[in-house]
């Protein structure tokens, strides 16, 4: 399929979505407290541009939730992309470290939180620890992943023509783990992007995760709808952004 026909498809399917959307709210097929209209979200998104949620205003939602976000993604690629490397390339490491972080990668980051206050306390070093962990320990196992993928016969024919381990790794894993570690980027990313309600849980008092659990304890569904539209849109801008580094500065990947 052409990409531009995978566009208008993905296109045409958002907008019968919201069409179906509108329609049923607008017809009541649902209770309007369970899903309100896309007009009424459109409305209460102009109300809270222009008057905030909780004096605070809703850009300031957003930034403060990818400040969190983004700040904790940095460190977890800086960190877990090494550490990830360096086990693929030293089974011995790998097997050290390979329990804990198979033991606490499937742990649901709620159960943390406690954990969290404790050791950090209610401010943002908390929330910033709840989705590093989140996003650290899936880089760390994709980047390890990567390197184990990579075809062994390569790494013999270079040692063979006498290159050193530098050279190895610069000229054979980095380039083969490199399509595998942006597609392992982009899906921790995601994971931590979805751990930002369990760290906005932790005594905030802006962030879109935060908007979202306030409003639901006053049943603002309005603003709960809104909240999730733009929590995924945020998500999704952050994917395609990925993605178009990973077409800058991998564009051999999927053409061998």
Known sequence: MKPGQHIAISMFSVAVFFALWQLAATRQWVDPLLLPSLTDIGLTAQELLADGYRQVPLWQHVAVSLARAL???????????????????????????????????????IALIPLAVVWLGIGEASKFFLIFIATFLSVVVGASAAVERIGRARIRVAQTLGANKGQIFLRVVLPDALPDLFTTVRLSIGIGWT???????????????????????YLRTDIVMLGILLLGGTGYLLDLILLGLQRLFVPWAGKE
């Not at 877990?80 to 097997?95: E, K, N, Q, V």
């Not at 005594?203 to 306030?214: E, H, Q, R």
């Open 71 to 109: 700040s904790a993604f940095a460190v977890a690629v800086v960190l877990g992309i090494p550490l990830g490397l360096l086990m693929g390339l030293s089974p011995g490491l790998s097997a050290v470290l390979n329990p804990f972080v198979q033991f606490l990668r499937p742990l649901p980051k």
């Open 195 to 217: 751990s930002l309600i369990a760290a906005e849980m932790v005594a905030a008092s802006s962030g879109l995760g935060w908007m979202v659990i306030n409003a639901s304890s």
